[in-house]
């Protein structure tokens, strides 16, 4: 036989809170396990993800996660992607607060990333002011205090030279947009993760043909 043998498959690693696990909606429509298909059509061999990822999780209950898996999760991982702070912010903590522990949690994800931080993606933390959920909340103080959690993952993630994608800007524009939203209407559904994951296709396909 001749030919080239096939392209080892890339370890994917995500990190998050429910957004990640997918709440709402079925495994094979959370937006890494997309993301990992959309890589694939594009050439890129890249194994489904590894998730650590729970719904309701804080960052300091994400690193507990972390320290809780199984085999500490052995790096390296050629992705590893990292969405985490609604919890934070629903539950009243200080962005100052919560940049701290991103910034822990970003760290560690370069160390899985056998310290490539180009490798790292952080996904910004969508907007849940407009869902039916937030209906009787402070939808404008919600949004405020979401742009302030963003600017500090946003900030942290270019700080270590990590990549980021946006992905609040589509989850208010789809405001009003029932089909975006699961059936609880609070969650993303699988049509607004299928955007998520085309969003980061891109920037991950980039950092991983580096």
């Given at each position: 036989?001749?030919g080239?043998?096939?392209a080892r498959?890339?370890?994917?690693?995500?990190?998050?809170?429910?957004?990640?696990i997918?709440?709402?909606?079925?495994?094979?429509?959370?937006?890494p396990?997309?993301?990992?298909?959309?890589?694939?059509?594009?050439?890129i061999?890249?194994?489904?993800p590894?998730i650590?990822?729970?719904?309701?999780?804080t960052?300091d209950?994400?690193a507990?996660?972390?320290d809780?898996?199984?085999?500490?999760?052995?790096a390296p991982?050629?992705?590893v992607t990292?969405?985490v702070?609604?919890n934070?912010?629903y539950?009243?903590?200080?962005?100052?607060e919560?940049?701290?522990?991103f910034?822990?949690?970003?760290?560690?994800?370069i160390?899985f990333?056998?310290?490539?931080?180009?490798r790292?993606?952080?996904?910004?933390?969508?907007?849940?002011?407009?869902t039916?959920?937030?209906?009787?909340r402070?939808r404008?103080?919600i949004?405020?205090?979401?742009?302030?959690?963003?600017?500090s993952?946003h900030e942290?993630?270019?700080g270590?030279?990590a990549?980021?994608?946006?992905v609040?800007?589509?989850?208010?524009?789809?405001?009003?947009d029932?089909?975006m939203?699961?059936?609880?209407g609070?969650?993303?559904?699988?049509?607004?993760?299928a955007i998520w994951a085309?969003?980061?296709l891109p920037?991950?396909a980039?950092?991983?043909?580096?």
């Amino acid at each position: 036989m001749s030919g080239a043998p096939p392209a080892r498959e890339r370890r994917f690693l995500a990190l998050g809170d429910s957004y990640t696990i997918g709440e709402g909606v079925e495994p094979h429509d959370r937006w890494p396990v997309r993301l990992a298909r959309l890589l694939r059509d594009a050439g890129i061999a890249i194994g489904d993800p590894i998730i650590v990822a729970r719904t309701g999780w804080t960052t300091d209950e994400l690193a507990a996660g972390i320290d809780a898996a199984p085999l500490t999760l052995a790096a390296p991982y050629e992705l590893v992607t990292l969405l985490v702070g609604v919890n934070d912010q629903y539950r009243g903590r200080v962005a100052a607060e919560y940049r701290d522990r991103f910034h822990a949690l970003l760290v560690r994800a370069i160390e899985f990333a056998g310290g490539r931080s180009a490798r790292v993606i952080v996904l910004s933390i969508p907007d849940w002011s407009v869902t039916p959920f937030a209906s009787d909340r402070d939808r404008a103080r919600i949004a405020r205090e979401i742009d302030a959690y963003n600017v500090s993952n946003h900030e942290e993630a270019l700080g270590v030279g990590a990549r980021y994608v946006d992905v609040t800007t589509a989850t208010r524009g789809a405001a009003g947009d029932l089909s975006m939203i699961a059936a609880d209407g609070l969650h993303p559904s699988a049509a607004a993760y299928a955007i998520w994951a085309r969003l980061a296709l891109p920037v991950v396909a980039d950092a991983l043909r580096e």
